[in-house]
C-alpha cells in the first residue's frame, strides 16, 4: 500500500508562487510515476506534472514554463513549483502514483491507483 500526503496550498495572488508537496510512505516501488493533478467542481480531473523513477518529466501545455516537478528521494517526497500563478490555476491539486514509468501517456488518470486527499490551491486577480 502507498500513502501520499499532500500539502503546501493556499491562496495567492495572481502572479504569486506555491510549493506544493507530496509525501509518500509505505510501499516503495524501483519503478514508478509519480504526478500532480488537478480538478475544479464540474470538471474533469486534468494532468498538471509527471516525473518517473528514471526523471523523465511531462507537463500540460497551460503550465509549461510556469510549473517545475521534482522529487527528493531520500524524503520521499514530490513537489511542484508553482509560479507566475493565475486565476485559472486555480483548483484542488492531488498527486498520484503507479509502478511503472510515465508512458506516453502519462496524464491518463485511470492509469493511476494511488491519489492523495488533494490540497486546495486558490489564485485571486
Known amino acids: 500500500q502507498v500513502q501520499l500526503v499532500e500539502s503546501g496550498g493556499g491562496s495567492v495572488q495572481s502572479g504569486g508562487s506555491l510549493r506544493l508537496s507530496c509525501a509518500a510512505s509505505g510501499y516503495r516501488y524501483s519503478s514508478y510515476c509519480m504526478g500532480w493533478f488537478r480538478q475544479t467542481p464540474g470538471k474533469k480531473r486534468e494532468g498538471v506534472a509527471a516525473?518517473?523513477?528514471?526523471?523523465?518529466?511531462s507537463y500540460a501545455e497551460s503550465v509549461k514554463g510556469r510549473f517545475t516537478i521534482s522529487q527528493d528521494n531520500a524524503k520521499n517526497t514530490l513537489y511542484l513549483q508553482m509560479n507566475s500563478l493565475k486565476p485559472e490555476d486555480l483548483a484542488m491539486y492531488y498527486c498520484a502514483s503507479h509502478p511503472f514509468i510515465c508512458s506516453g501517456e502519462p496524464f491518463r488518470a485511470s492509469s493511476f491507483p494511488n491519489w492523495g486527499q488533494g490540497t486546495q490551491v486558490t489564485v485571486s486577480s
Open positions: 516525473i518517473d523513477s528514471v526523471g523523465s518529466t
